[in-house]
Protein backbone atom coordinates (compact mmCIF):
# COMPACT_ATOMS: atom_id res chain seq x y z
CA UNK A 1 0.00 0.00 0.00
CA UNK A 2 1.87 3.59 -0.90
CA UNK A 3 2.20 5.41 1.29
CA UNK A 4 2.19 9.66 1.71
CA UNK A 5 4.51 12.09 2.88
CA UNK A 6 5.51 15.59 2.65
CA UNK A 7 2.13 16.60 3.28
CA UNK A 8 1.55 19.10 5.75
CA UNK A 9 2.91 21.72 3.74
CA UNK A 10 -0.04 21.28 1.91
CA UNK A 11 -2.26 21.51 4.84
CA UNK A 12 -0.88 24.48 6.50
CA UNK A 13 -0.48 26.59 3.07
CA UNK A 14 -2.56 29.84 3.49
CA UNK A 15 -4.28 28.97 0.06
CA UNK A 16 -5.97 25.85 1.19
CA UNK A 17 -6.06 27.77 5.20
CA UNK A 18 -8.48 30.02 2.90
CA UNK A 19 -10.57 27.26 1.13
CA UNK A 20 -10.56 25.29 4.60
CA UNK A 21 -12.19 28.68 6.29
CA UNK A 22 -14.27 28.80 2.64
CA UNK A 23 -15.73 25.42 3.45
CA UNK A 24 -16.24 25.83 7.76
CA UNK A 25 -18.20 29.14 6.70
CA UNK A 26 -21.23 27.20 4.26
CA UNK A 27 -24.36 27.23 6.48
CA UNK A 28 -22.76 29.11 9.20
CA UNK A 29 -22.69 32.89 7.74
CA UNK A 30 -24.78 34.02 10.47
CA UNK A 31 -23.25 32.41 13.25
CA UNK A 32 -21.28 35.08 15.33
CA UNK A 33 -18.43 33.04 16.12
CA UNK A 34 -17.82 32.95 12.42
CA UNK A 35 -18.48 36.74 11.24
CA UNK A 36 -15.75 37.08 14.23
CA UNK A 37 -13.56 35.37 12.41
CA UNK A 38 -13.78 36.43 8.73
CA UNK A 39 -14.09 40.16 10.19
CA UNK A 40 -10.10 39.58 10.39
CA UNK A 41 -9.73 36.88 8.16
CA UNK A 42 -6.40 36.86 6.76
CA UNK A 43 -4.99 37.79 10.11
CA UNK A 44 -6.95 34.61 12.45
CA UNK A 45 -5.50 32.40 8.85
CA UNK A 46 -1.83 34.04 9.27
CA UNK A 47 -2.21 32.94 13.10
CA UNK A 48 -3.65 29.61 12.90
CA UNK A 49 -0.95 28.73 10.16
CA UNK A 50 1.96 29.71 12.60
CA UNK A 51 0.31 27.43 15.78
CA UNK A 52 -0.07 24.79 13.22
CA UNK A 53 3.93 25.61 11.73
CA UNK A 54 5.42 25.82 15.07
CA UNK A 55 3.07 22.80 16.60
CA UNK A 56 2.12 25.09 19.23
CA UNK A 57 -1.95 24.57 18.24
CA UNK A 58 -4.05 23.25 20.41
CA UNK A 59 -7.17 22.21 19.64
CA UNK A 60 -10.04 23.19 22.16
CA UNK A 61 -13.23 22.20 23.72
CA UNK A 62 -16.72 21.49 22.41
CA UNK A 63 -19.59 22.73 22.58
CA UNK A 64 -22.14 19.54 23.47
CA UNK A 65 -26.01 19.67 22.93
CA UNK A 66 -28.37 17.11 22.51
CA UNK A 67 -30.90 16.31 19.42
CA UNK A 68 -33.90 14.13 19.51
CA UNK A 69 -35.15 13.96 16.26
CA UNK A 70 -34.84 11.20 14.64
CA UNK A 71 -33.12 9.71 17.63
CA UNK A 72 -31.38 11.43 20.52
CA UNK A 73 -27.96 11.84 19.88
CA UNK A 74 -25.43 13.97 21.97
CA UNK A 75 -23.46 16.16 19.61
CA UNK A 76 -20.05 17.94 20.13
CA UNK A 77 -19.50 21.00 18.11
CA UNK A 78 -15.77 21.64 18.02
CA UNK A 79 -15.67 25.70 18.15
CA UNK A 80 -15.25 27.76 14.52
CA UNK A 81 -11.24 28.44 14.51
CA UNK A 82 -10.89 24.23 14.68
CA UNK A 83 -13.48 23.54 11.98
CA UNK A 84 -11.22 25.58 9.49
CA UNK A 85 -8.28 23.21 10.63
CA UNK A 86 -10.29 20.28 10.19
CA UNK A 87 -11.38 21.13 6.73
CA UNK A 88 -7.84 22.27 6.12
CA UNK A 89 -6.68 18.55 6.97
CA UNK A 90 -9.90 16.99 4.70
CA UNK A 91 -8.92 19.14 2.15
CA UNK A 92 -5.30 17.18 1.60
CA UNK A 93 -6.61 13.89 3.32
CA UNK A 94 -10.05 13.39 1.72
CA UNK A 95 -8.45 12.76 -2.11
CA UNK A 96 -6.22 10.54 -0.59
CA UNK A 97 -8.14 8.24 1.22
CA UNK A 98 -11.07 8.53 -0.98
CA UNK A 99 -9.35 6.24 -3.80
CA UNK A 100 -9.20 3.60 -1.14
CA UNK A 101 -13.06 3.53 -0.26
CA UNK A 102 -15.30 0.92 -2.05
CA UNK A 103 -17.64 2.75 -4.83
CA UNK A 104 -20.66 1.97 -2.28
CA UNK A 105 -19.84 3.77 0.96
CA UNK A 106 -21.73 7.07 0.29
CA UNK A 107 -21.15 9.59 3.12
CA UNK A 108 -18.87 12.50 3.29
CA UNK A 109 -17.82 11.79 -0.54
CA UNK A 110 -17.55 13.97 -2.90
CA UNK A 111 -20.21 13.12 -5.57
CA UNK A 112 -22.01 10.68 -3.15
CA UNK A 113 -24.48 11.33 -0.24
CA UNK A 114 -27.69 10.07 1.39
CA UNK A 115 -29.75 11.02 -2.35
CA UNK A 116 -27.23 8.80 -4.57
CA UNK A 117 -27.34 5.96 -1.40
CA UNK A 118 -31.01 5.74 -1.81
CA UNK A 119 -30.90 5.63 -5.69
CA UNK A 120 -28.05 2.65 -5.57
CA UNK A 121 -30.41 0.99 -2.62
CA UNK A 122 -33.63 1.39 -5.08
CA UNK A 123 -31.42 -0.28 -7.95
CA UNK A 124 -30.33 -3.34 -6.13
CA UNK A 125 -34.13 -3.52 -4.91
CA UNK A 126 -34.89 -4.30 -8.67
CA UNK A 127 -32.23 -6.67 -9.16
CA UNK A 128 -32.20 -8.93 -5.46
CA UNK A 129 -35.67 -10.71 -3.80
CA UNK A 130 -33.96 -9.78 0.41
CA UNK A 131 -31.89 -7.44 2.25
CA UNK A 132 -30.54 -7.44 5.41
CA UNK A 133 -29.47 -3.85 6.97
CA UNK A 134 -26.99 -3.70 9.57
CA UNK A 135 -26.62 -1.15 12.27
CA UNK A 136 -23.98 -1.04 14.76
CA UNK A 137 -24.50 -0.15 18.43
CA UNK A 138 -23.60 2.84 19.33
CA UNK A 139 -20.94 3.37 16.81
CA UNK A 140 -18.97 6.73 17.11
CA UNK A 141 -19.19 6.39 20.98
CA UNK A 142 -17.25 2.41 20.49
CA UNK A 143 -14.22 3.66 17.67
CA UNK A 144 -11.33 2.66 19.30
CA UNK A 145 -9.02 5.24 18.75
CA UNK A 146 -5.69 4.04 18.66
CA UNK A 147 -7.02 1.41 16.01
CA UNK A 148 -8.18 4.32 13.88
CA UNK A 149 -4.59 5.81 13.91
CA UNK A 150 -3.28 2.41 12.38
CA UNK A 151 -5.03 2.59 10.10
CA UNK A 152 -3.92 6.28 8.98
CA UNK A 153 -0.50 5.61 9.35
CA UNK A 154 -0.93 2.93 6.70
CA UNK A 155 -1.75 6.09 4.02
CA UNK A 156 0.23 8.51 5.69
CA UNK A 157 3.88 8.57 6.46
CA UNK A 158 4.35 12.42 7.41
CA UNK A 159 4.84 12.98 10.90
CA UNK A 160 3.61 16.03 11.06
CA UNK A 161 0.52 15.69 9.81
CA UNK A 162 0.43 12.67 11.77
CA UNK A 163 1.02 14.66 14.72
CA UNK A 164 -2.32 17.11 13.96
CA UNK A 165 -4.08 13.89 13.29
CA UNK A 166 -3.14 12.76 16.78
CA UNK A 167 -4.26 16.52 18.38
CA UNK A 168 -7.77 16.24 16.69
CA UNK A 169 -8.44 12.67 18.15
CA UNK A 170 -6.95 13.59 21.27
CA UNK A 171 -9.57 16.56 21.68
CA UNK A 172 -11.72 13.78 21.87
CA UNK A 173 -11.48 12.90 25.24
CA UNK A 174 -12.65 16.28 26.17
CA UNK A 175 -16.45 15.30 25.20
CA UNK A 176 -18.26 13.46 27.84
CA UNK A 177 -19.01 9.62 27.43
CA UNK A 178 -15.26 10.13 25.07
CA UNK A 179 -12.64 9.47 27.69
CA UNK A 180 -11.36 6.01 26.85
CA UNK A 181 -12.62 5.63 23.14
CA UNK A 182 -14.76 7.10 20.43
CA UNK A 183 -14.74 10.00 18.59
CA UNK A 184 -17.77 12.55 18.81
CA UNK A 185 -20.27 13.02 17.11
CA UNK A 186 -20.66 16.41 14.93
CA UNK A 187 -17.25 17.24 13.07
CA UNK A 188 -15.72 17.08 9.55
CA UNK A 189 -13.31 14.40 10.84
CA UNK A 190 -15.14 12.34 12.54
CA UNK A 191 -17.18 11.80 9.88
CA UNK A 192 -14.09 11.32 7.84
CA UNK A 193 -12.15 9.31 10.24
CA UNK A 194 -15.66 6.61 10.75
CA UNK A 195 -15.34 6.20 7.24
CA UNK A 196 -11.82 5.27 6.81
CA UNK A 197 -12.59 2.90 10.02
CA UNK A 198 -15.18 0.56 8.68
CA UNK A 199 -13.07 0.76 4.90
CA UNK A 200 -11.72 -2.74 5.88
CA UNK A 201 -15.18 -4.29 6.17
CA UNK A 202 -16.51 -2.60 2.90
CA UNK A 203 -13.56 -4.51 0.95
CA UNK A 204 -14.27 -7.57 3.16
CA UNK A 205 -17.72 -7.71 1.77
CA UNK A 206 -17.20 -6.82 -1.63
CA UNK A 207 -14.58 -8.49 -2.48
CA UNK A 208 -13.67 -11.59 0.33
CA UNK A 209 -17.74 -12.20 0.57
CA UNK A 210 -18.20 -11.35 -2.83
CA UNK A 211 -21.49 -9.05 -2.24
CA UNK A 212 -22.35 -7.06 -5.48
CA UNK A 213 -25.14 -6.17 -3.66
CA UNK A 214 -23.86 -3.61 -0.80
CA UNK A 215 -24.45 0.23 0.56
CA UNK A 216 -23.14 1.85 3.43
CA UNK A 217 -23.66 5.15 4.77
CA UNK A 218 -21.88 5.84 7.38
CA UNK A 219 -22.41 3.22 10.40
CA UNK A 220 -25.46 2.07 8.44
CA UNK A 221 -25.34 -0.75 5.47
CA UNK A 222 -27.31 -2.97 3.69
CA UNK A 223 -26.52 -6.22 1.99
CA UNK A 224 -28.90 -7.33 -0.62
CA UNK A 225 -29.16 -11.08 -2.19
CA UNK A 226 -31.38 -14.07 -3.62
CA UNK A 227 -30.90 -15.79 -0.82
CA UNK A 228 -32.04 -15.79 3.10
CA UNK A 229 -29.56 -18.33 4.58
CA UNK A 230 -26.59 -16.65 2.23
CA UNK A 231 -27.64 -13.25 4.30
CA UNK A 232 -27.70 -14.78 7.98
CA UNK A 233 -23.87 -16.19 6.76
CA UNK A 234 -22.56 -12.84 6.09
CA UNK A 235 -24.36 -11.26 8.84
CA UNK A 236 -22.02 -13.93 11.01
CA UNK A 237 -19.20 -12.98 9.22
CA UNK A 238 -19.88 -9.37 9.80
CA UNK A 239 -20.02 -9.69 12.86
CA UNK A 240 -16.83 -11.25 13.33
CA UNK A 241 -15.15 -8.68 11.31
CA UNK A 242 -16.54 -6.28 13.85
CA UNK A 243 -15.44 -7.79 17.20
CA UNK A 244 -11.99 -6.78 16.05
CA UNK A 245 -12.82 -3.79 15.84
CA UNK A 246 -14.35 -3.54 19.32
CA UNK A 247 -17.68 -3.07 17.43
CA UNK A 248 -21.10 -5.12 17.96
CA UNK A 249 -24.19 -5.43 15.56
CA UNK A 250 -27.51 -4.38 17.37
CA UNK A 251 -28.99 -7.44 16.99
CA UNK A 252 -32.69 -6.45 17.32
CA UNK A 253 -31.87 -3.59 14.92
CA UNK A 254 -30.52 -6.51 12.18
CA UNK A 255 -33.58 -8.11 9.84
CA UNK A 256 -33.59 -9.45 6.62
CA UNK A 257 -36.47 -7.73 4.55
CA UNK A 258 -38.25 -8.81 1.33
CA UNK A 259 -37.70 -6.01 -1.39
CA UNK A 260 -40.72 -6.40 -3.11
CA UNK A 261 -42.14 -5.28 0.44
CA UNK A 262 -40.78 -1.78 0.93
CA UNK A 263 -37.66 -1.02 3.28
CA UNK A 264 -37.00 1.66 5.61
CA UNK A 265 -33.86 3.60 4.75
CA UNK A 266 -33.42 7.08 5.09
CA UNK A 267 -36.36 8.34 6.07
CA UNK A 268 -38.08 6.56 3.18
CA UNK A 269 -39.42 3.25 2.35
CA UNK A 270 -38.18 2.40 -0.53
CA UNK A 271 -39.44 -0.65 -3.19
CA UNK A 272 -38.40 -1.99 -6.05
CA UNK A 273 -41.04 -0.02 -7.91
CA UNK A 274 -41.30 3.25 -5.64
CA UNK A 275 -40.38 5.36 -2.59
CA UNK A 276 -42.68 6.77 0.23
CA UNK A 277 -42.26 8.81 2.96
CA UNK A 278 -42.05 7.51 6.46
CA UNK A 279 -45.25 8.59 8.30
CA UNK A 280 -43.21 9.33 11.56
CA UNK A 281 -41.14 11.47 9.21
CA UNK A 282 -44.18 13.52 7.82
CA UNK A 283 -45.58 14.25 11.19
CA UNK A 284 -42.50 14.92 12.73
CA UNK A 285 -41.85 17.58 9.95
CA UNK A 286 -45.27 19.11 10.32
CA UNK A 287 -44.43 19.75 13.63
CA UNK A 288 -41.25 21.52 12.83
CA UNK A 289 -43.40 23.88 10.61
CA UNK A 290 -46.00 24.28 13.34
CA UNK A 291 -42.85 25.34 15.40
CA UNK A 292 -41.13 27.70 12.65
CA UNK A 293 -44.70 29.53 12.19
CA UNK A 294 -45.35 30.20 15.97
CA UNK A 295 -41.23 31.52 15.92
CA UNK A 296 -42.30 33.62 12.79
CA UNK A 297 -45.71 35.22 14.26
CA UNK A 298 -43.57 35.95 17.31
CA UNK A 299 -40.63 37.16 14.92
CA UNK A 300 -38.28 35.36 16.68
CA UNK A 301 -36.89 33.52 13.59
CA UNK A 302 -35.27 35.09 10.73
CA UNK A 303 -36.94 34.65 7.31
CA UNK A 304 -34.22 32.45 5.28
CA UNK A 305 -33.94 30.06 8.20
CA UNK A 306 -37.69 29.49 7.95
CA UNK A 307 -36.88 29.25 3.46
CA UNK A 308 -33.96 27.08 4.37
CA UNK A 309 -35.99 24.74 6.75
CA UNK A 310 -38.52 24.60 4.14
CA UNK A 311 -36.46 23.94 0.44
CA UNK A 312 -34.19 21.59 2.51
CA UNK A 313 -37.02 19.13 3.57
CA UNK A 314 -38.84 19.69 -0.48
CA UNK A 315 -35.38 18.80 -1.73
CA UNK A 316 -34.97 15.54 -0.31
CA UNK A 317 -38.88 14.37 -0.07
CA UNK A 318 -39.19 15.14 -3.75
CA UNK A 319 -36.61 12.31 -4.33
CA UNK A 320 -39.59 9.80 -3.11
CA UNK A 321 -42.93 9.87 -4.82
CA UNK A 322 -44.40 12.63 -2.84
CA UNK A 323 -46.33 15.36 -4.74
CA UNK A 324 -49.61 14.78 -2.58
CA UNK A 325 -47.58 14.62 0.07
CA UNK A 326 -45.87 17.83 -0.22
CA UNK A 327 -49.46 20.04 -0.68
CA UNK A 328 -50.98 18.21 2.10
CA UNK A 329 -47.81 19.07 4.26
CA UNK A 330 -47.42 22.91 3.18
CA UNK A 331 -51.08 23.77 2.42
CA UNK A 332 -52.35 24.76 5.95
CA UNK A 333 -48.72 26.66 7.02
CA UNK A 334 -49.16 30.26 6.38
CA UNK A 335 -46.26 32.52 7.13
CA UNK A 336 -46.84 36.28 8.23
CA UNK A 337 -43.40 37.58 6.61
CA UNK A 338 -42.73 36.95 2.64
CA UNK A 339 -39.80 36.02 0.83
CA UNK A 340 -36.78 38.16 0.80
CA UNK A 341 -38.25 40.34 3.86
CA UNK A 342 -36.13 39.43 7.31
Not at 166 to 192: A, H, M, W, Y
Amino acid sequence: MRTHNNLFEKIVSFENLLLAAKFARRGKRQKYATARFNLDLECELWRLQNELVTKSWRHGGYHNFKIFEPKERLISAASYRDRVAHHALHNILGPIFDSTFVFDSYATRLGKGTHRAIDRFQEFARRYRYVIKCDIKKYFFNIDRNILFDFICKKVACLDTLWMIREVLDSSTRCPGFEEKGIPIGNLTSQFFANIYLNGLDHLIKEDMLCKGYVRYMDDSVIFDDDKSHLWQIKTKVSECLARLGLELHENKCRIYRTSHGVPFFGMIIFDTHRRIKRQNLIRYKRRLKRLQGLDRDGLVKWHHVRQSVQSWIGHVKHANSYKIRDLVLKDIVFQRQAGVD
